[in-house]
């Protein structure tokens, strides 16, 4: 019974001594401590953060299809959502990784249809067919293309 005693004593002695830290030492003492730096004067403009500066960011696409599925994927789901700018932004997105990825043309036509943008819809699918001119609904999507005009 008696052996937490100690243990509480040193328990309370230390979140005593953390509470009350020892004085600074007086001015002329260095005590040990490094003397506090001064900033350097800094013109009046606000500096950018390096990860918020964007002439370091990239904006290079190169082929990429497992980039371009992903981004088909979340295009897919936003538009599942009825978040049709999202999921035209990510179909875009997935088209500048990899320009010939047909599904990707498809999709962004439908969405395209869904936001009234008929110039956009009839682009979107005739890249479609371009890239994919056998695929099982091209006569579907070609019915499409004539509606839009």
């Not at 950018?48 to 500066?53: F, L």
């Not at 997105?93 to 320009?99: I, R, S």
């Amino acid at each position: 019974m008696f052996r937490w005693v100690p243990a509480f004593l040193l328990v309370s002695i230390a979140s005593l001594h953390a509470q009350n830290p020892p004085p600074p030492p007086a001015a002329g003492q260095s005590g040990g401590l490094q003397k506090e730096r001064s900033k350097p004067p800094t013109s009046g403009k606000e500096e950018v953060p390096p990860e918020e500066d964007k002439s370091l960011s990239v904006d290079s696409y190169s082929f990429n299809p497992l980039q371009a599925q992903k981004d088909l994927n979340v295009g897919n789901y936003y538009f599942k959502q009825h978040k049709y700018r999202a999921a035209e932004t990510r179909f875009r997105e997935a088209l500048k990784w990899n320009d010939g990825f047909g599904e990707a043309w498809l999709r962004l036509g439908e969405v395209e249809e869904k936001l009234k943008d008929s110039q956009a819809a009839r682009e979107a699918y005739a890249k479609y067919l371009e890239a994919n001119s056998d695929a099982k609904n091209a006569p579907e999507i070609r019915k499409k293309l004539e509606k839009l005009k």
